[in-house]
């Protein structure tokens, strides 16, 4: 069973930086596409990036696009997400998801999730 695990986050100023990781358990790390999420209070939970299996394509949500970073590292089974010029309304709890690669799956549905972790940027 695939397991995922976050770590990073926790308080940071605005215009700061933060690098969040996905740790990667269970299967095969490069069969699985990896994707982070968030979910503001009072708001639905929205994609902020994914990544491919190989790390080949790339998806940023606009409101993070140019100044975030998403990859990954098949060999240590982990992932991550660089956030830069933190703004107030970056404030969420974020999540690590996986689905299989596209060659694997028979849908586009995240089918594997961490448990969350909060990042709090303050003004």
């Known amino acids: 069973q695939v397991q995922l695990a976050e770590s990073g986050g926790g308080l940071v100023q605005a215009g700061d930086s933060t690098r969040l990781s996905c740790t990667f358990s269970?299967?095969?790390?490069?069969?699985?596409?990896m994707g982070w999420f968030r979910q503001a209070p009072g708001k639905e939970r929205e994609v902020v990036a994914s990544i491919a299996w190989a790390g080949h394509t790339k998806y940023y949500a606009d409101s993070v696009k140019g100044r975030s970073a998403i990859s990954r590292d098949n060999a240590k089974n982990i992932g991550y997400l660089q956030l830069n010029s933190l703004k107030p309304e970056d404030t969420a709890v974020y999540y690590c998801?996986?689905?299989?690669?596209?060659?694997?799956?028979?849908?586009?549905?995240?089918?594997?999730w961490g448990q969350g972790i909060q990042v709090t940027v303050s003004s």
């Open positions: 269970g299967r095969t790390f490069s069969n699985y596409d």
């Open positions: 998801a996986a689905r299989p690669a596209v060659h694997l799956r028979t849908n586009g549905d995240w089918n594997y």
